[in-house]
Each structure stands twice: as structure tokens, then as C-alpha cells.
């Protein structure tokens, strides 16, 4: 009977079928070991792309304030020439003596106080544009022309790692600074 089955198959003998087995418990925990390696790993670069985005973002708007700055004591030239913007510090503003939007008799001096505080101002907004900012101005007199300096500072979270492993390590103070020669 065995040879009249092979040859009604055309002489090849039936392939005996073997049964299909499914996944094993231990082929599951493996998949799901690798998966989760995979997820951990793109979690891990979500996490870096976010802080180095924040710091982008602290850097751009530090940047903006002391162009903005500059540009504020560019259009002021009697408030440089009384010396108004020279060594400026955020942390310690008194109020302007004239409201700039009223009245148009401000002096030089009036106007660079005005722009001090309006700067003061940016640090003090709730939410702050920058943690823990301020700025300071600096001027240095040489021949013929001044140079000044704003440096905007703030505080953002920083990183460290060793062997692979990353942990918050504090915070750190990052500032910007912006020059400029003004005849």
C-alpha cells in the first residue's frame, strides 16, 4: 500500500507534515528585552534634544535682550555721552525719572535709566524669559570711540555623565556677551 501512495503522487512520496510550533515563552521575553532596549535608547536622545532645544532657546532670547540693548544706547547718544549705561547692573535698578511714553523732555541720562529698567524688567516676568538672569554693562573708553559691553547671565540645569550613565550634576551659570564700538 506504501508504493501504490508513491506512485499515485507521481512517484514522489508524500512529505510527511510536521506540526508548526508557535512562539516559546523565552523567543517572547527576548522581543520584548529588545524592544525595550530600543525604547530605552530613544527616550534617552528625547531627553538630551530637550535640554540642548531649552539651551538654544535661553542663548537666542540672551542674545536678543542685549542686541536689543546695544541698540537701545546706539539711539541715545546724550545718555553715553553723561557715561549712563556705564557699569550697569540688572540686580540693583532703580525706577526711571521719566516716563519716556508721556513726556518728551527725558534727558540723556533719563532715557538710558528708562532702557536699564525695561531690561531689569525682562528678568522679572513671570514666567522669567531666563531663570535667574540679569545683565551687566560695561564700557571701555579708547581713542576716539567707546566700546561696550552687554553680558546677559542665566542659570539652566546641567548634565554630566560618567561610564555611559547621565544624571542631573545642578545647575550652571551660562551667559552671552555682545560688543560694540560706538563713536
Request: aromatic share 8%; with cysteine; charged share 20%.
Amino acid at each position: 500500500m506504501r508504493l501504490a501512495n508513491i506512485f499515485r503522487n507521481g512517484g514522489h512520496p508524500r512529505p510527511i507534515a510536521h506540526r508548526q510550533g508557535g512562539f516559546t515563552l523565552i523567543e517572547v521575553m527576548i522581543a520584548v528585552l529588545v524592544l525595550l532596549v530600543g525604547l530605552l535608547g530613544v527616550a534617552g536622545i528625547q531627553i538630551v534634544s530637550f535640554q540642548n532645544n531649552q539651551g538654544a532657546y535661553f542663548r537666542s532670547q540672551a542674545t536678543f535682550m542685549a542686541s536689543d540693548f546695544l541698540d537701545r544706547m546706539r539711539a541715545n547718544p546724550a545718555g553715553r555721552s553723561e557715561s549712563a549705561y556705564d557699569g550697569v547692573n540688572t540686580n540693583s535698578v532703580t525706577d526711571p525719572e521719566c516716563d519716556i511714553a508721556s513726556s518728551a523732555g527725558c534727558s540723556g541720562r533719563q532715557v538710558a535709566r528708562n532702557d536699564i529698567a525695561e531690561l531689569a524688567a525682562q528678568f522679572t516676568t513671570t514666567p522669567p524669559v531666563l531663570p535667574n538672569g540679569f545683565a551687566t554693562v560695561s564700557r571701555e573708553d579708547s581713542t576716539g570711540f567707546d566700546e561696550y559691553t552687554v553680558t546677559v547671565f542665566w542659570t539652566e540645569k546641567s548634565w554630566a555623565g560618567t561610564g555611559g550613565a547621565v544624571a542631573r550634576d545642578g545647575t550652571a551659570l551660562r551667559s552671552v556677551e555682545l560688543r560694540t564700538i560706538i563713536k
